[in-house]
């Protein structure tokens, strides 16, 4: 796993821009290379603001929206176009507005469905495997770059400290009893996270300092999940200052645009 890199930005409209304005370079990057490139999404308050602002900018035309599988890092278990749920955020924000293929847009099916909270887990770890390649290693895609929020307790996607979610290897997992509403969830694992190429883990606010110290120490992820989000190649923590300002120097390489 790669060592996390920290860069700090004034605030956090400043931060979502410059993150918005990160994902077109590295998804061109990527499709220049390989004529097509993947990202995981999250929601949360800056998560949504960052694909807004992708929107907003011209230059997201520089992707090629129609080479680009989008997947999500966790869904809250609601129906489909449920105004809670992380994939309506991003309807709304961004994808409504580009041209996406549809049947590249990976989705966490909700009740709506069907399925069980665990039967949806299972449908989006088996479209994983399907997405795999040779070179992935395992049965979850090498992602290209994943997005994630966390919250003042350090959670990721919807693994919450101490809940039995970080203990599971297998690649996606239904939540139950999460710490905030709803309750019932579907989130990727630590493993199918440290699968990406590339993490970006993504906060504001002083509320996320202490979380942000602990995520970039030795702390164990069981109790400090955002301490295990680590991708294979890189690994970057993108902050506004109050969401760095308790970062010790010698924790990370700290970097201010």
């Not at 069980?116 to 770059?145: I, W």
């Not at 709803?182 to 990406?196: E, F, G, N």
Request: aromatic share 4%; proline share 8%.
């Amino acid at each position: 796993m790669s060592v996390p890199s920290v860069v700090v930005h004034r605030d956090a409209d400043v931060l979502a821009n410059a993150v918005a304005a990160r994902i077109i370079t590295r998804l061109v990057d990527v499709q220049s290379a390989k004529g097509s490139a993947s990202i995981v999404l999250t929601g949360g308050t800056v998560g949504i603001a960052t694909l807004a602002a992708i929107a907003a900018t011209p230059a997201r035309d520089a992707v090629d929206w129609r080479r680009l599988d989008i997947w999500w890092g966790d869904e809250r278990f609601l129906p489909s176009g449920d105004k809670e749920r992380n994939e309506t955020g991003a309807r709304e924000a961004l994808l409504d507005h580009v041209d996406v293929n549809p049947e590249r847009v990976h989705v966490m099916l909700g009740p709506d469905s069907g399925l069980t909270a665990e039967e949806s887990a299972e449908a989006y770890a088996a479209e994983l495997r399907g997405a795999a390649r040779p070179e992935d290693h395992g049965p979850v895609p090498g992602f290209d770059v994943m997005l994630l929020g966390m919250g003042p307790d350090s959670h990721v996607a919807s693994l919450f400290p101490g809940m039995p979610a970080l203990y599971d290897t297998r690649a996606v997992v239904a939540v139950h009893g999460a710490p905030k509403p709803p309750p019932t969830r579907i989130s990727l694992t630590l493993p199918a996270i440290q699968s990406s190429r590339e993490v970006w883990v993504v906060a504001a606010g002083e509320e996320k300092s202490g979380a942000v110290r602990l995520a970039l120490s030795d702390s164990g992820h069981v109790q400090v999940p955002a301490s295990g989000a680590r991708g294979r190649a890189r690994t970057l923590f993108l902050l506004d200052r109050a969401a760095a300002s308790k970062i010790p120097p010698e924790l990370g390489r700290i970097s201010s645009p």
